[in-house]
């Protein structure tokens, strides 16, 4: 049997994450459809995530980092950036699973501002 949690973060509890990325780099985020792109300075794709929008919620999946970026706070820098874009869109919460053994994802989200609101196995 394998566990997994599901994770919320609600947006008005949402403190903006200050991050060196942020503060040296020329990392900025763009929108297609409901699939976000990171990119850093001249337009190299770093990762991607995609959120299904419903009224006032989104469920956040496949958060992807490219591998020679991960470790290094890209995937903080991207959720920093993507909420104030869904706050704007008029989501107020965020939601998403993930499997309980992977240990970096569960600290990225906690990390970032989700809680655990329900195991699931």
Do not use: W
């Given at each position: 049997?394998?566990?997994?949690?599901?994770?919320?973060?609600?947006?008005?509890?949402?403190?903006?994450?200050?991050?060196?990325?942020?503060?040296?780099?020329?990392?900025?985020?763009?929108?297609?459809?409901?699939?976000?792109?990171?990119?850093?300075?001249?337009?190299?794709?770093?990762?991607?995530?995609?959120?299904?929008?419903?009224?006032?919620?989104?469920?956040?999946?496949?958060?992807?980092?490219?591998?020679?970026?991960?470790?290094?706070?890209?995937?903080?820098?991207?959720?920093?950036?993507?909420?104030?874009?869904?706050?704007?869109?008029?989501?107020?919460?965020?939601?998403?699973?993930v499997?309980?053994?992977?240990?970096?994802?569960?600290s990225?989200?906690?990390?970032?501002?989700?809680?655990?609101?329900?195991?699931?196995?």
């Open positions: 049997l394998s566990t997994s949690y599901r994770m919320e973060l609600m947006f008005d509890r949402f403190k903006p994450i200050s991050h060196d990325i942020l503060n040296t780099d020329s990392t900025y985020i763009e929108c297609s459809n409901n699939t976000f792109i990171l990119y850093r300075q001249a337009a190299q794709p770093i990762g991607t995530c995609t959120i299904d929008c419903y009224p006032n919620s989104g469920c956040l999946h496949h958060v992807e980092i490219t591998d020679i970026y991960r470790r290094k706070g890209y995937a903080t820098a991207m959720l920093s950036l993507l909420i104030p874009v869904l706050i704007a869109k008029g989501i107020k919460k965020i939601f998403l699973h499997d309980a053994d992977n240990i970096a994802a569960v990225l989200y906690k990390n970032t501002g989700f809680r655990i609101t329900e195991t699931l196995s």
